[in-house]
């Protein structure tokens, strides 16, 4: 899952969905001069992607890609997850994407104090874009993979991968439909437990 998915599975308050939000920009032990919220979601981020990697239809998603791509395959198919969930955000989520986002991009500005540099540069442009509105077009994850794989110097995983999702669409999006609802659980039930 991506930024989308993470933000609105700990969406169950401002503080757990800046956490989600965080989740990718703070490496190593989770700040404990964070509040306590933002670190749970922080720590919700982190153990959905251990659970996502374990996942069944998850992986199944990873395994129609192309074997010779196997590694760049996960972080694709996280990509994909938040296009997919845009597309059937109010089914999942019962809120309609655009006040999903606003919603988001307000709880994220509040908070901003506590984001890294790297974080408030990427929330900026992702406000300004409105990337979670902007993942309902296929054309997003293409670019998102496209600007990883040339961090990872590995352009030639490009065209192979968008063609074999391209190819696979139907199967891919099935797969979310079954996996999602598992991660969404996963994530409910953690979150139950610790604001007991």
Known sequence: MNFLAHC?????????????????????PVPTDLPELVQDGIRLHRRLDAFSATEPHLR?????????LRRVAPPFVDLL???LLALDFEVQ??????????????AIEAHRPLLPAQAERFFDAMQRVDLFD????FASVER??????????????IAPMIARARAHYDDLAGDFKLYYPSLKRHADAWIAARLR
């Open 93 to 106: 989520h019962g809120e309609p994407l655009a006040a999903f986002a606003t919603r988001a991009y307000r």
């Open 60 to 68: 199944a998603s990873v395994a129609r890609l192309p074997a010779e």
């Open 81 to 83: 997850a938040d296009h």
């Open 134 to 137: 902007r993942y309902r077009e």
């Open 144 to 157: 998102a993979f496209a600007r990883l794989m040339a961090r990872l110097d590995r352009p030639d995983a």
């Open 8 to 28: 609105a599975l700990g969406s169950r308050s401002d503080a757990l969905l800046v956490g989600g939000f965080l989740g990718d920009f703070v490496k190593g």
